[in-house]
């Protein structure tokens, strides 16, 4: 029997960490959830949730000295995902009440989803709901990340109203378009990914996207 993947979620207070461990569990994890500093730079993968306001997800990793382990896990080159506000704090910064700073991981910004649509209809915020996604300019890039288990046109479940804006098109995974704005819903870039969408919340497709980053 293959042994189970080994996967640490980040708990920082900002996350909806229960769904998320069940979901990896249910995907054959080993699932450790810590606020350890250590545990995060020793992880074989790490997940980094976030629900909420992005200056107060960073102020809360701050908080908690988490900050610099995450940056070392990273500079390893092991898997690392991060979800929903998560995926938004790996860019450089937001503009989601005020200009806050983010880990700067993939260059580019974190911007609200415009209001009105090019006609002048009002569009709803936040974008809650099932959305597809489809590839972004490199369509071949799916098969090099957790999007392969998926087919283009997979709808996932959303609960945003920024979106980020990579400022090399080459860090973008997938797109949807959300009442004709569209919509950043995946980002890589070498060991990084990062979801819009929560795959915990997305039913089979989103349990596939989470053991497609487990192997």
């Known amino acids: 029997m293959a042994p ?24 054959g994890a080993q ?4 606020t350890d500093p250590a545990a995060v730079v020793a992880a074989d993968r790490l997940v980094l949730p976030g629900v ?5 997800c960073m102020a809360a990793l701050a908080g908690r000295r988490l900050i ?7 500079a390893t080159g092991r898997p690392f995902l991060g979800i929903c506000v998560g995926m938004q704090i790996l860019m450089d910064a937001s503009e989601e009440f005020g200009d806050h700073a983010g880990l700067g991981f993939i260059p ?4 609200q989803i415009e209001t009105h649509s090019s006609t002048g209809a009002a569009r709803k915020i936040p974008h809650i709901g099932w959305t597809s996604i489809e ?3 490199r369509k071949h890039a799916w098969a090099r990340s957790p999007l ?8 996932f479940y959303f609960v945003h109203s920024f979106t980020a804006a990579p400022s090399d098109p080459t860090d973008l995974l997938a797109c949807a378009d959300y009442a004709g704005a569209e919509v950043v819903a995946a980002v ?7 979801m819009q969408f929560h795959p915990e919340k997305s039913g089979p497709a989103g349990l596939a996207v989470m053991g497609a980053f487990l192997s």
């Not at 189970?4 to 990896?24: D, E, F, H, I, W």
């Not at 699932?31 to 810590?34: A, R, S």
Request: aromatic share 4%.
């Open 4 to 27: 189970q993947p080994k996967v640490t979620v980040v708990q920082y207070g900002m996350g909806n960490v229960l769904s998320v461990c069940r979901a990896l569990e249910h995907c």
């Open 31 to 34: 699932v450790e959830l810590t």
């Open 52 to 56: 909420g306001a992005f200056g107060d």
């Open 68 to 74: 610099d382990p995450i940056r070392e896990f990273v």
């Open 108 to 111: 580019g910004r974190v911007r």
């Open 135 to 137: 590839p972004a300019s």
């Open 148 to 155: 392969r288990a998926v087919d283009p046109g997979t709808p």
């Open 188 to 194: 890589q870039r070498d060991n990084i990914t990062g």
